[in-house]
C-alpha cells in the first residue's frame, strides 16, 4: 500500500509538475519553439523530443551553454527559478 501511495504522489507530481511548465513554455517558450516544439529555432534544430533540457536551459541561465541563440536564451530564462526551469524541461520533455 505504501508504495502505491508514493507512486500516486509521484504521479500527481509530476503532472502539477508538466502543467506549470506548460504555461511557462507557453509565455516564454512557443513564440520560437511553436505549440509543438518542432519549430526550427535559430539553431536549425526542433526542441521536441531533445534530451537533457534541463542541463540546457540551467547553461542558458548561467551563461555556460549556447550558440548563437545564447543571448535570447539568457534572457528568456533569466526570470525563471530552478523549479520552474525543471517544470519546463519536464514539459519540452514530454513533446515528440
Not at 26 to 38: I, M
Not at 75 to 83: G, H, R, T, Y
Amino acid at each position: 500500500m505504501y508504495k502505491i501511495l508514493i507512486s500516486l504522489f509521484l504521479t500527481v507530481s509530476a503532472i502539477q509538475g508538466a502543467g506549470i511548465g506548460m504555461k511557462i513554455y507557453g509565455k516564454t517558450c512557443v513564440e520560437c519553439h511553436g505549440d509543438d516544439g518542432k519549430d526550427l529555432s535559430i539553431s536549425g534544430k526542433a526542441i521536441a523530443g531533445s534530451g537533457d533540457v534541463l542541463k540546457k536551459l540551467t547553461g542558458y541561465k548561467n551563461g555556460t551553454f549556447g550558440g548563437e541563440q545564447k543571448a535570447t536564451m539568457q534572457a528568456s530564462v533569466e526570470p525563471l527559478n530552478d523549479e520552474e526551469l525543471k517544470a519546463v524541461a519536464a514539459y519540452v520533455e514530454t513533446l515528440k
